[in-house]
């Protein structure tokens, strides 16, 4: 745990009773917990904390939403289709919502409402892949042309995703263009082969990293290695990380960032990376620009968290402490440093 580190600047007096354990009072506790658990993605663990956030704030919407997203990825569609229904009566109209029962519409067969849906937000997309599945829709309600004419755009907006070259070969292979489908079912054969070779090269790389150093480990896992593929190299980061490797995760990390600096997991990764390696003052701006992509993510908050004080910058580690707090009540050791920051701070 982050905050292991803080030992050897924060050593307690015995005086400094450790308070126990408070429920929390709000829903933020179960959202910055479900909110890890998602990124790590264990989503029927993230529910159950999201409808603990529901139950405590039923008007909270956050908590709502994301709730509604862990059901889809768990395929309970129409549980998650009540749940973005509940976020637009506490919010209004919202495209990422939009979006969202788009897709659900589409899984229904339901392909008049989701294409209405999906050719709403499709001017200011919330999701690169919203023309893709509004193509989808327009080929599974028979309008091959149309289909056509989004599939394309998708194919441009995202070529290196297999499951658009498939859809389009078909739509291709529907509308009797058959040289153009072969080749889109030429390009989903090379992509969707690449997909599978990254795979292999991932469990090749952890299985390496597993049995040798990091070092002779390395020439299995620099298949892993691609310069332009910014969710690959943050893959290879995090193999690294688990493994120990600390120092081999810092090149793939920091180009991960610097190809998708939207990426909270490749921040999130990076300023881990460093904190491990106890570069307190590396660790810092990947932190911040993590917490502030994911304000409610408890495990980089307490990092930051912890950072800021280890550089022995208080006054900046205790709003963001407090605010991690406030995410997990029940974590001792953050409310015992907080307990000393706070003693510290100058009487007004």
Not at 204 to 217: G, I, K, M, N, V
Not at 327 to 333: I, R, S, T, V
Request: charged residues 25%; hydrophobic residues 40%.
């Amino acid at each position: 745990m982050a905050l292991t580190a803080l030992a050897v600047r924060a050593q307690q007096s015995s005086d400094i009773a450790r308070p126990q354990p408070v429920p929390p009072s709000s829903a933020d506790p179960h959202i910055g917990k479900g909110t890890q658990l998602m990124h790590d993605q264990f989503f029927e663990a993230a529910s159950k904390e999201f409808e603990q956030a529901v139950a405590l704030e039923p008007g909270n919407a956050e908590a709502h939403f994301e709730d509604a997203v862990c059901l889809l990825a768990l395929g309970r569609n129409d549980d998650a289709r009540a749940q973005f229904e509940q976020v637009e009566k506490l919010k209004g109209p919202s495209r990422y919502v939009t979006y969202y029962l788009g897709r659900l519409d589409l899984l229904a067969n339901d392909y008049p409402s989701a294409i209405k849906r999906l050719g709403a937000v499709a001017a200011t997309p919330p999701f690169p892949d919203t023309d893709f599945y509004l193509g989808v829709a327009y080929v599974s309600s028979g309008d091959t042309e149309k289909g056509i004419a989004w599939l394309e755009k998708a194919v441009k907006l995202t070529p290196g995703d297999y499951r658009v070259h498939y859809r389009l070969a078909r739509a291709y292979s529907t509308a009797g263009r058959e040289q153009d489908a072969a080749h889109e079912y030429t390009l989903y054969n090379q992509f969707m082969s690449q997909h599978k070779s990254t795979e292999a090269d991932a469990r090749a790389c952890s299985e390496a990293l597993r049995t040798q150093t990091a070092d002779a480990a390395e020439t299995a896992c620099q298949h892993m290695f691609d310069p332009n593929d910014p969710e690959k190299l943050t893959l290879l980061g995090q193999l690294y990380g688990e493994a120990g490797a600390f120092k081999q995760a810092l090149d793939p990390l920091n180009r991960a960032v610097q190809l998708d600096p939207g990426s909270y997991e490749a921040w999130h990764d990076l300023g881990l990376t460093y904190f491990r390696l106890e570069r307190y003052a590396d660790a810092r701006s990947p932190l911040e620009k993590a917490a502030r992509l994911r304000p409610q993510a408890y495990g980089t908050v307490v990092m930051l968290g912890a950072t800021l004080y280890m550089l022995g910058d208080d006054a900046a580690a205790l709003p963001v402490l407090e605010h991690a707090h406030q995410l997990n009540p029940g974590d001792e050791q953050t409310a015992a440093i907080l307990d000393k920051l706070r003693a510290e701070q100058p009487k007004k």
